[in-house]
């Protein structure tokens, strides 16, 4: 079991578990309709599985095993997608999307190596979106207009969770503070990674941390990112205070994506340049895929914020250590 497993002191689920089934199905109404008008998305369908071979599937901080099985009509190996983050941008490129249309979808995911705990299941549920944009966008004041609408949407989302449910009380601030990852370390050197999310979270109550994936002054990386989909100097991560947890809570990864540069630069600098191989890796070389932003947006998580809640494991089902499952029930907490 996880070691970081956080059971606060005295916790009573607000709402039951049938008012939880019903409030998770009308977060998850209100909040994509919101998403869709905010950002301009169209919602379309995605594969839970994709070929070995094909290059698409995410390999996130390229560590993690995929879930990887043989199909009996098929002569290659399938897995389990991680992320849709090279699928989307295929996609926009396939159905003809131009600059100012995006689409959502909702990806379902095994992530095996996934250490669980109050925030962390090896099911994986998010929305995924992305959208075309023009060159003269990929910038950063373009990337935190898009992370503004993102936040209105979910703090929009909260206030129509609280009129319907009012036990629930605590608010979203829709104002989000924005700072590189490099300021990060420099306010708070002495810190870990983390221990920096929560403390600038704790303060500002929504933070976006941009600039992801590189080597910082110390020579430490604030956190892993797969070379190939963000650009590392136009990415981030949305984050909300819990208060619940009393802790920072992140509930987006995204950014602007690679174009033909920053692939390159950043396949080296990973040493992935084997990668070039693939289809997705070429078409985007070859300034064939459209230009995109787009990112995911965890449902569970989502939810378990908006409805006040200690664990993930109370707002979707999956699988936990027994020994979770004990000290979970021992403070009222119940997993699914």
């Known amino acids: 079991m996880s070691k970081s497993l956080y059971l606060p002191e005295g916790?009573?689920?607000?709402?039951?578990?049938?008012?939880?089934?019903?409030?998770?199905?009308?977060?998850?109404?209100?909040?994509?309709?919101?998403?869709?008008?905010?950002?301009?998305?169209?919602?379309?369908?995605?594969?839970?599985?994709?070929?070995?071979n094909s290059g698409i599937n995410d390999d996130l901080n390229g560590t993690e095993r995929k879930v990887v099985f043989d199909i009996k009509e098929i002569n290659t190996d399938a897995e389990v997608v991680q992320s849709l983050a090279k699928w989307k941008r295929m996609a926009l490129h396939r159905?003809?999307?131009?600059?100012?249309?995006?689409?959502?979808?909702?990806?379902?995911?095994?992530?095996?190596?996934?250490?669980?705990?109050?925030?962390?299941?090896?099911?994986?549920?998010?929305?995924?979106?992305?959208?075309?944009?023009?060159?003269?966008?990929?910038?950063?004041?373009?990337?935190?207009?898009?992370?503004?609408?993102?936040?209105?949407a979910i703090a929009y989302t909260k206030r129509k969770v609280n009129l319907r449910y009012p036990q629930l009380t605590s608010q979203i601030c829709d104002t989000p503070y924005f700072i590189t990852t490099q300021e990060l370390e420099d306010m708070y050197p002495h810190n870990t990674p983390k221990e920096r999310e929560r403390l600038i979270t704790q303060k500002h109550k929504t933070v976006f941390i941009m600039q992801i994936g590189n080597r910082l002054a110390s020579g430490e990386k604030h956190d892993g990112r797969a070379p190939d989909y963000d650009d590392w100097t136009l990415n981030g991560d949305i984050l909300f205070w819990d208060d619940v947890l009393d802790n920072a809570l992140e509930i987006s990864s995204m950014g602007i994506r690679v174009d033909a540069d920053s692939l390159k630069k950043q396949l080296q600098e990973y040493g992935a340049e084997d990668r070039m191989r693939f289809e997705y890796h070429k078409m985007i070389s070859e300034n064939i895929l459209p230009l995109t932003i787009g990112g995911g947006i965890g449902q569970s998580r989502l939810c378990m914020l908006l409805l006040e809640k200690a664990h993930i494991g109370e707002v979707q089902s999956s699988l936990w250590p027994d020994e979770m499952i004990k000290k979970c029930a021992e403070r009222g907490i119940t997993l699914l």
Do not use: C
Not at 30 to 51: H, N
Not at 96 to 122: C, F, L, Q, V
């Open 11 to 52: 916790y009573k689920p607000i709402l039951s578990l049938r008012e939880t089934q019903h409030a998770i199905k009308y977060i998850k109404d209100i909040f994509q309709q919101a998403l869709a008008f905010a950002v301009t998305l169209d919602r379309v369908s995605a594969p839970l599985l994709v070929t070995s």
């Open 95 to 152: 159905y003809g999307y131009n600059p100012g249309e995006g689409i959502y979808t909702d990806m379902n995911a095994i992530r095996r190596d996934d250490d669980t705990d109050n925030t962390h299941s090896i099911f994986v549920d998010q929305w995924d979106w992305e959208k075309v944009i023009t060159k003269e966008q990929r910038n950063i004041e373009f990337l935190k207009e898009t992370v503004r609408y993102i936040v209105k």
